[in-house]
């Protein structure tokens, strides 16, 4: 099992490390609750001294950690409901900002991050802000937006429109 301390209000903690080798030490309560693969791991004694995470890089584990430490707090389970309000302005102002004005990458890392420790209430986060940024695009802006290259000829394009013309009423 992962090696625990005590921190300075009692509460035991565990280091995290990312894939760029920058290591955070959190408060192993309110991982477990976030994340299932940080509980899996803790639960099935997996974690050794440091927990690695290969899949996300330090300065977006800063951003889930900040996430989990807002909405799990004291091992609390998030409240997340089907209109993704927490029903805490604070904590949904939170989200806004912590979403809003960051680039496509980052946004994209963060929810691969958020899949990856099974953060379920992030990922639905990232997934609404990316769904949101599709809403009233065309085909091509989708392509634009996410460096797609239509390797389509005319012809495939036009049997894919009319099998599936109820897509583009």
Known sequence: M???TSSSSGETAVTLRSSDGEEMVV???TMAAASVLIKNMLEDGLAGDVIPLPEV???ILARVVDYCNRHYADGAEAHVSSTFSSGDP???????DLVSGIDQDTLFDLLIAANYLEVQGLLDLTCKTVAGQLV???VEDMRNHFNIVNDYTKEE???VRT???WAFE
């Open 90 to 96: 604070e904590l949904d102002r939170f989200d806004a």
């Open 163 to 165: 099998q599936n013309a």
């Open 157 to 159: 394009e036009e049997e």
């Open 136 to 138: 009233g695009k065309t």
């Open 27 to 29: 408060e192993a309560d």
């Open 2 to 4: 992962a090696t625990t």
């Open 57 to 59: 890089k330090g300065r």
